[in-house]
T-cell receptor, first 114, second 109 residues
Framework: EAGVAQSPRYKIIEKRQSVAFWCNPI?????LYWYQQILGQGPKLLIQ????????DSQLPKDRFSAERLKGVDSTLKIQPAKLEDSAVYLCASSLAGGFGELFFGEGSRLTVL | GQNIDQPTEMTATEGAIVQINCTYQTSGFNGLFWYQQHAGEAPTFLSYNVLDGLEEKGRFSSFLSRSKGYSYLLLKELQMKDSASYLC??????????FGGGTRVLVKP
């Protein structure tokens, strides 16, 4: 079974530039999550999708971050414009809807903002 | 909202036992997870507790007390490869999973 795919693995940009991350969840997983993990901290939920609808985006900085999950499969997370404090690993995870909730994580996209 | 607390760092000797505590306050509780995360890698699932008591899985065990808002992860017969961060995460309604800050465990020879 293929795992959660993410790209790019690494990205370096300057502040005020924009960046986009892509995620393809495990086939059949209805729930998709984007987490932000700053070095030395636990993952922080940015947004949660159930199929193509948003379940929770309360911690998403909506003035600069946006995410979509068209057709209820893969998803993109965009940051525009980036700030220095956005330097982090962006983890995508998926889970079965109605299951006990175990999340399967991708390898993450490491963003460095200079 | 949810609040999850766990120690920042612990050090133990190879072959020993380490217990990582996690306390939580949450509105709505569906279960508690422990994940392991090696440096530079994604978190991987270790255990899941939904009822009070101890769940044992090989060298790792996890305990939950819902009335106390408390869990621990017990790592026995520590190996060098167990050096990693251990993340406590609480699941609320809607499969929403909130993570604690993680406990970095350093295993010394």
């Amino acid at each position: 079974e293929a795992g959660v795919a993410q790209s790019p693995r690494y990205k370096i940009i300057e502040k005020r530039q924009s960046v986009a991350f892509w995620c393809n969840p495990i086939s059949g997983h209805a729930t998709l999550y984007w987490y932000q993990q700053i070095l030395g901290q636990g993952p922080k939920l940015l947004i949660q999708f159930q199929n193509n609808g948003v379940v929770d985006d309360s911690q998403l900085p909506k003035d600069r971050f946006s995410a979509e999950r068209l057709k209820g499969v893969d998803s993109t997370l965009k940051i525009q414009p980036a700030k220095l404090e956005d330097s982090a690993v962006y983890l995508c995870a998926s889970s079965l809807a109605g299951g006990f909730g175990e999340l399967f994580f991708g390898e993450g996209s490491r963003l460095t903002v200079l | 909202g949810q609040n999850i607390d766990q120690p920042t760092e612990m050090t133990a000797t190879e072959g020993a036992i380490v217990q990582i505590n996690c306390t939580y306050q949450t509105s709505g509780f569906n279960g508690l997870f422990w994940y392991q995360q090696h440096a530079g890698e994604a978190p991987t699932f270790l255990s899941y507790n939904v009822l009070d008591g101890l769940e044992e899985k090989g060298r790792f065990s996890s305990f939950l007390s819902r009335s106390k808002g408390y869990s621990y992860l017990l790592l026995k017969e520590l190996q060098m490869k167990d050096s990693a961060s251990y993340l406590c995460a609480v699941e609320a309604a809607g499969n929403k999973l909130t993570f604690g800050g993680g406990t970095r465990v350093l295993v010394k020879p």
